[in-house]
């Protein structure tokens, strides 16, 4: 299995940002936090770097049910959307929860997690389409 489920699309970096928001919002997912890792290390250390953007998603019921079965899984959330050029356009990768969750106790959970996921990728291709 794929530590990620990812995809390309032919937007650029920032009309990427907008409409994957929106898509995993029309999933349940919110983004609790942003990180401009370009920006931030060109901050702190001068480094210039292309551009990275993580954003962290949560969708609040399934956050809440995984916490239920164990609460260690905060150390799991949010859930890591990364944002990077890539040669056709923006490169968007989301870390699959089937593979950071392989207790059995998630495994319905996980699927349903990264099915939503899925769908928000596949929601992004129809925005960036139009």
């Given at each position: 299995?794929?530590?990620?489920?990812?995809?390309?699309?032919?937007?650029?970096?920032?009309?990427?940002?907008?409409?994957?928001?929106?898509?995993?919002?029309?999933?349940?997912?919110?983004?609790?936090?942003?990180?401009?890792?370009?920006?931030?290390?060109?901050?702190?250390?001068?480094?210039?770097?292309?551009?990275?953007?993580?954003?962290?998603a949560c969708n609040p019921t399934l956050a809440h049910r995984a916490l239920e079965v164990d609460p260690t899984v905060a150390l799991l959330l949010p859930c890591n959307v990364v944002l990077e050029p890539a040669d056709a356009g923006t490169r968007v990768r989301i870390m699959d929860p089937r593979a950071l969750m392989d207790d059995p106790r998630f495994a319905g959970l996980a699927d349903e997690a990264a099915t939503r996921l899925h769908a928000a990728l596949d929601e992004l291709h129809a925005l960036t389409r139009d």
């Open positions: 299995m794929q530590p990620s489920i990812e995809t390309t699309v032919t937007s650029d970096l920032a009309t990427t940002e907008r409409e994957i928001r929106e898509a995993l919002a029309a999933q349940g997912f919110g983004v609790l936090t942003e990180i401009d890792v370009a920006a931030t290390l060109r901050s702190k250390l001068g480094v210039e770097r292309p551009p990275l953007k993580i954003l962290g």
